[in-house]
């Protein structure tokens, strides 16, 4: 049974970091694309990261990037979202997500729709 547990959330001010991690289970783990997302209620999903499997290729949204830094240990079959600099607008709930294989079309991996298990999220709450 493949399954994805996520830790790390919490409340901290803005300027502060966080770290997630997501312990996966019940799958090969190198070969699996590792993503994050996020969701605030009332609005849609949102990719904000992905690292891919044997090139470590990783993708960010615009609006993280240069703070946020995914990675992953396929000895511990975990993979993180190290988080500086944390704004009020990344309040949300932070999803992992893993999906077998690459696509080849744009920006795939924003799309939820890509993958096949969920973690269930962890509640990141940046104060001003």
């Known amino acids: 049974e493949v399954q994805l547990q996520a830790s790390g959330g919490g409340l901290v001010q803005a300027g502060g970091s966080l770290r997630l991690s997501c312990e996966a289970s019940?799958?090969?783990?190198?070969?699996?694309?590792l993503a994050w997302f996020r969701q605030v209620a009332g609005k849609e999903r949102e990719g904000v990261s992905c690292i891919s499997t044997s090139d470590g290729r990783r993708f960010y949204a615009d609006s993280v990037k240069g703070r946020f830094t995914i990675s992953r240990d396929n000895a511990k079959n975990t993979f993180y979202l190290q988080m500086n600099s944390l704004r009020p607008e990344d309040t949300a709930v932070y999803h992992c997500?893993?999906?077998?294989?690459?696509?080849?079309?744009?920006?795939?991996?924003?799309?939820?729709?890509?993958?096949?298990?969920w973690g269930q999220g962890t509640q990141v709450t940046v104060s001003s």
């Open positions: 997500a893993t999906t077998l294989g690459v696509r080849y079309y744009s920006d795939w991996w924003r799309n939820g729709n890509e993958y096949d298990y």
């Open positions: 019940g799958f090969s783990f190198d070969d699996y694309v």
